[in-house]
């Protein structure tokens, strides 16, 4: 009785054999998108023109492996603007095209360019008008005679060791679709603001969106001292206020420097318990970091990781309205 595969005993390759089958596969698959893009031209313009242009949506179809590639291009297009969703093959002629409209474009994707149930598709879309876009490694198939754009995703050879798999139709069919996400975003103009807009709940879209002025803290949260107070009224301001810092302001109420508990600890090191008695204007940090409150949260990050600094004064021509301290950032999911 003859072993399944998995039954089989596993063969003992060296690491160094292993890694060459690994390196094989990669290099496989990009010579075929090398290929592949020295071999698209007009065609891939015209498909991402078409896709621009389209007042409905990008219905994305495949079965199979296939299909599993056609997820994840309307799924980038989606996050970049292009209403887009998945139907699957299968599905389709039992239903779900119903969900199709005239102004859709219809994105159909089938190595063979033979598979039955995508062809099903294709007298419903040429009925309500829904012009197709073929993304095929067979041109000559049936898809893509039936096509308004073909987009040829053919393949010398499969980059797995049997040849068999696939694997570099499948990267290939990813990359144009990448690739015409990429085109279709630069139609749209689209900025990463935008982005953003459609990732509200995620890190990205916290990066790109939300504000020094919704994280900081004011008010009465503010550890303000004047800068002829003493180091112990400082203190006060220090602990009572939870930032582990006091802002020291002049008779303008402009910000005039910076006090940490870190410059509290050295100050008590060097001079002892007489240091609380000083002027904290003798001890503050001159011309600290700040930023404004309309500036994004990211940009507080990243100056404090550059200065190495836990802690940002928030000012509007040079008075401070607020303090943001590297735990806000983290809590938000910023950082």
């Not at 492996?65 to 309307?74: F, Q, T």
Request: glycine share 10%.
């Amino acid at each position: 009785m003859e072993c399944l595969p998995n039954e089989r005993k596993a063969r003992n390759i060296p690491d160094a054999d292993l890694l060459e089958i690994g390196k094989k596969v990669i290099l496989t698959e990009a010579e075929e998108l090398r290929l592949a893009a020295d071999r698209l031209g007009s065609e891939l313009v015209q498909a991402a023109r078409v896709i621009q242009a389209c007042s409905g949506r990008l219905v994305v179809s495949g079965l199979g492996k296939s299909g599993l590639i056609g997820r994840k291009i309307a799924a980038t297009l989606a996050s970049l603007g292009t209403p887009a969703f998945f139907l699957h093959a299968a599905e389709g002629s039992h239903g779900d095209l119903g969900m199709v409209r005239r102004e859709d474009v219809g994105l159909f994707i089938s190595h063979s360019g033979e598979t039955r149930e995508v062809l099903e598709l294709l007298p419903f879309f040429r009925r309500i008008g829904a012009p197709v876009i073929a993304m095929t490694g067979n041109p000559n198939s049936r898809l893509a005679k039936n096509a308004d754009i073909v987009l040829d995703a053919s393949v010398r050879k499969e980059a797995d060791p049997l040849g068999l798999a696939p694997t570099s139709s499948t990267t290939l069919q990813l990359a144009i679709g990448d690739a015409l996400s990429g085109m279709v975003t630069e139609l749209r103009g689209l900025c990463p603001e935008d982005f953003a807009l459609f990732h509200p709940g995620g890190t990205l879209g916290k990066k790109l969106l939300l504000r020094v002025e919704a994280l900081m803290g004011s008010g009465d949260r503010l550890p303000l001292v004047p800068d002829d107070a003493s180091v112990k009224r400082a203190l006060f301001e220090i602990t009572s206020k939870g930032y582990g810092t006091a802002l020291i302001v002049g008779p303008s109420g402009k910000l005039e420097g910076i006090f940490t508990d870190g410059d509290l600890r050295r100050l008590l090191e060097d001079r002892g318990p007489e240091g609380l008695q000083l002027s904290v204007s003798e001890v503050m940090t001159r011309c600290p970091k700040t930023i404004e409150p309309e500036k994004l949260a990211a940009e507080a990050l990243a100056l404090m990781e550059r200065h190495e600094i836990s802690v940002l004064a928030v000012v509007e021509n040079g008075i401070p309205v607020g303090i943001i301290h590297l735990h806000d950032l983290l809590k938000a999911g910023v950082a």
